[in-house]
């Protein structure tokens, strides 16, 4: 069975740091396009940042660039991570790992159809 789980969120102060990870099992993580949402309370959930199984990485969202890096290891690993520097406080969410098996990137969740339960993540002022 296909399956991503989710760690390394928590309470961090404005500025901190986090690596979020996405441990995968039943698939290979090259063979998937994979991404990470997030969602805050009362809002809709978005894409952060996507890794295709083929081309660029895309970010979603301007303000993480430059301080959030996507990155995959496709070897024995098969996880996916999130380093985040320069957390903010409206970096606040619960930040999921999801997969897509296709080739490309798209910000829809509804594309994705492998999901983790998500790991939550709270930057205080």
């Known amino acids: 069975q296909e399956q991503v789980v989710e760690s390394g969120g928590g309470l961090v102060q404005t500025g901190g740091s986090l690596r979020l990870s996405c441990t995968t099992s039943?698939?290979?993580?090259?063979?998937?396009?994979m991404a990470w949402f997030r969602q805050a309370p009362g809002k809709e959930r978005e894409a952060v940042v996507c890794?295709?199984?083929?081309?660029?990485?895309?970010?979603y969202i301007d303000s993480v660039q430059g301080r959030f890096t996507i990155s995959r290891d496709n070897t024995k690993k098969n996880t996916l991570y999130l380093q985040m520097n320069g957390l903010k406080p409206e970096d606040t969410a619960t930040y999921y790992c999801a997969a897509r098996y296709d080739y490309y990137c798209l910000d829809s969740p509804a594309v994705f159809s492998i999901w983790g339960q998500g790991t939550q993540v709270t930057v205080s002022s």
């Open positions: 039943g698939f290979f993580l090259s063979d998937f396009t």
């Open positions: 890794v295709p199984k083929r081309g660029d990485l895309r970010y």
